[in-house]
Each structure stands twice: as C-alpha cells, then as structure tokens.
Nanobody, 125 residues
C-alpha cells in the first residue's frame, strides 16, 4: 500500500514537498513515479525514480522545478515542487512498478501496478 502526503494549498511561486511511503515492503527493485490528474483532464506523468540505478525522469513541463528523491530506508520517495504554477493544481498520485527500465516504461501509467489514493495540490495566484 502506498500512502501520499504533503499536498495542500500553495501560492504561485511557492513550494510543496510530497511524500510517498510504502506501508509494508520497501521500494527496493521498484520504480516509483508521481502522476497527476487535474479536474477534467487525463492522468499525466510527472516524475519517476528507478530504485536500482537512481536514474530520474521528468515530464517536460517540470522544467527543473521539481526534484524526485528517495529516502535511504527504502520506504519513502519525495517530490519537491518549487516555483509552483496554477497549472500544477491537480491530484498527485504515487505509483510503483517492479523491474522497470528506460524512459518509455517509466512514463507510462500502465507500467505501474501499485497506486496510492493521491494527495490534492491546489495552487492559487
């Protein structure tokens, strides 16, 4: 089970840090990603990290504003979001998939078989 936290309201230009915690097993050998879904839109890829090689992947719209990182105990992944924009308003979901490699697999929601319930991020100007 994946549990997200850290969402909430923010102002444009502000920051939030989302956390994704595995309630039971660790993230070792998993790829962990963040997706988001805004009201009335499809779910889209945000960022991902491959636990085995620590490679990270980001959507183009991140533009250096977001950083994905992992915690050493292998049970938590963070998404640090800086310079937030109103377009970042969405529900953010954490997902985990076993044995994923390469960007093509990492950015596809179909690659992930474990999902959290999401945490809402609302950015206002």
């Amino acid at each position: 089970q994946l549990v997200e936290s850290g969402g909430g309201p923010a102002q444009t230009g502000g920051s939030l840090r989302l956390s994704c915690t595995a309630s039971s097993r660790t993230f070792r050998s998993y790829a962990v990603a963040w997706f988001r879904q805004a009201s009335g839109k499809e779910r889209e890829f945000v960022s991902a990290i491959n636990w085995s090689d620590a490679n990270t992947y980001h959507a183009d719209f991140v533009r250096g504003r977001f950083t994905i990182s992992r915690e050493d105990a292998e049970k938590t992944v963070y998404l640090q979001m800086n310079n937030l924009e109103t377009e970042d308003t969405a529900r953010y979901y954490c997902a985990a998939g076993l044995g994923l490699t390469g960007r093509w697999a990492m950015v596809r929601s179909e690659s992930y078989d474990r999902w959290g319930q999401g945490t809402q991020v609302t950015v206002s100007s």
